[in-house]
């Protein structure tokens, strides 16, 4: 498995931007698949965005769509995501997942084997 640390997170107001990185450690992270998940006080797990081992694949929620963009520097051993024109309802710990020899963007969080701890993202109105 692969060692992942979100950074990133923090507090911003309506209408502002976030960058959050996903950095992973222990294994060729280039041959992994990454998602990006969320989880708000009292509600579940959703998906947010996913991108596939080699980059050339994205896929996005609905309710984030144009207005984030997941990106990975495999030399780096980082994903990213950066949140622009954020909203309240983008409040939620944000978590990265991994899983390894895949080419898809996957949107289930079952999918993934490996996971970072999460980073807080407040959005205030």
């Known amino acids: 498995q692969v060692q992942l640390v979100e950074s990133g997170g923090g507090l911003v107001q309506a209408g502002g931007s976030l960058k959050l990185s996903c950095a992973a450690s222990?294994?060729?992270?280039?041959?992994?698949?990454v998602g990006w998940f969320r989880q708000a006080p009292g509600k579940e797990r959703e998906f947010v965005a996913a991108?596939?081992?080699?980059?050339?694949?994205?896929s996005y929620a609905d309710s984030v769509k144009g207005r984030f963009t997941i990106s990975r520097d495999n030399a780096k051993n980082t994903a990213y995501l950066q949140m622009n024109s954020l909203k309240p309802e983008d409040t939620a710990v944000y978590c990265c997942?991994?899983?390894?020899?895949?080419?898809?963007?996957?949107?289930?969080?079952?999918?993934?084997?490996?996971w970072g701890q999460g980073t807080q993202v407040t959005v205030s109105s």
């Open positions: 997942g991994a899983t390894f020899l895949s080419d898809r963007a996957i949107r289930r969080s079952d999918e993934y084997d490996s």
């Open positions: 991108i596939s081992w080699s980059g050339g694949t994205t």
């Open positions: 222990g294994r060729t992270f280039g041959w992994y698949a």
